[in-house]
């Protein structure tokens, strides 16, 4: 018996060894990711590839993850590696952004991708919200098409997010990936001051807080508060020191209160820690307003019952 006890202490003493990979790194803050991708439209990237950069020429780091199993895999420890406690997860596949939410229960606000108006229609997204598949709607990504956030055709989706009162995540920025119909020109975040006028309510963010629309962005910030920002790509894939001066500007424009942490994680999940870390080494932040842009801001945003940390 004595041996036969000896033998189960030890099996929970090798499944407690091991517990700590799937555990959360409980010792750091919480953060929330407000910008994950489970999948993205077809764009070529292959397995092994470095990660995206501007301007070129530029040498991306890291290797492209070889499927999506990989992807989830290695973003979920990520996310437990940084005590990621929630993220906002955008998928083109609705069967894939189930598995992750499968995979990791409470974690994700699942939210569709639309990269062209009318795919999927509100009509089918008004079912999926009904039957609490989704929770957010974006990105809408629909300038990779050429399509500004002011077109008609997308006035169907701010109405449903506003109706049903979700967070909404688009691109209007003024980068993007090399896709021959994407236009700068349609990422002026003054494209979006229709939408706001016409939705005073609509919880709307920003990607890559508009970069480098920055008069632009300040100006839609200052004018409607609803509109938040997320920091997406530009936390890695310019150079940091672009980075840092934009992200100075928006701060010291005083829009510390509405700037979120986003990795917009693609196939590279090592670049979740690269982002976090460019919040965390910023010499102009206060550990308040880096702890404001790594959560609370994201938490006052998606309107989580607690706020820890
Ligand atoms: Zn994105």
């Not at 090798?14 to 953060?31: L, S, W």
């Not at 929330?32 to 990237?45: E, G, T």
């Not at 500004?148 to 691109?171: G, M, S, T």
Request: glycine letters at 8%; aromatic letters at 8%.
């Amino acid at each position: 018996m004595r041996s036969l006890i000896r033998g189960f202490v030890a099996v929970v003493a090798i499944a407690v060894c091991q517990a700590p990979a799937t555990v959360p790194a409980r010792e750091r803050p919480p953060i929330i990711d407000m910008h994950l991708h489970a999948d993205l439209p077809p764009h070529d990237v292959t397995a092994g590839d470095p990660a995206l950069c501007r301007p070129e020429p530029c040498q991306g780091d890291g290797r492209a993850t070889a499927n999506h199993a990989e992807t989830l895999q290695k973003t979920l420890e990520a996310m437990d590696r940084h005590n990621i406690v929630k993220a906002f997860l955008s998928g083109v596949d609705p069967a894939i952004v189930q598995q992750w939410v499968d995979a990791a229960p409470g974690r994700f606000i699942a939210a569709p991708f639309i990269l062209q108006p009318g795919r999927p229609d509100p009509q089918t997204l008004r079912r999926a919200y009904a039957a609490g598949r989704f929770g957010g709607l974006g990105e809408i990504a629909t300038q990779l098409a050429g399509v500004p956030p002011n077109d008609p055709a997308l006035e169907p989706y701010f109405a449903l997010a506003a109706e049903i009162d979700v967070p909404v995540l688009v691109h209007t920025a003024g980068i993007g990936p090399y896709l021959p119909s994407f236009r700068s020109a349609a990422g002026s975040p003054l494209l979006l001051e229709d939408v706001l006028v016409r939705h005073p309510k609509l919880r709307l963010f920003v990607e890559n807080a508009g970069y480098p629309y920055q008069g632009e962005m300040i100006a839609m910030m200052y004018q409607y508060p609803q509109l938040h920002a997320d920091v997406s790509t530009i936390s890695w894939v310019i150079p940091r020191t672009a980075f840092y001066d934009y992200l100075e500007a928006l701060v010291q424009a005083g829009l510390g209160k509405r700037l979120m942490f986003g990795s917009d994680q693609m196939r590279w999940p090592e670049k979740i820690g690269d982002g976090i870390e460019a919040i965390e080494q910023a010499p102009f932040l206060t550990e308040e307003q880096k702890r404001d842009i790594l959560y609370h801001n994201a938490a006052r945003f998606l309107r989580l019952e607690q706020e820890p940390g």
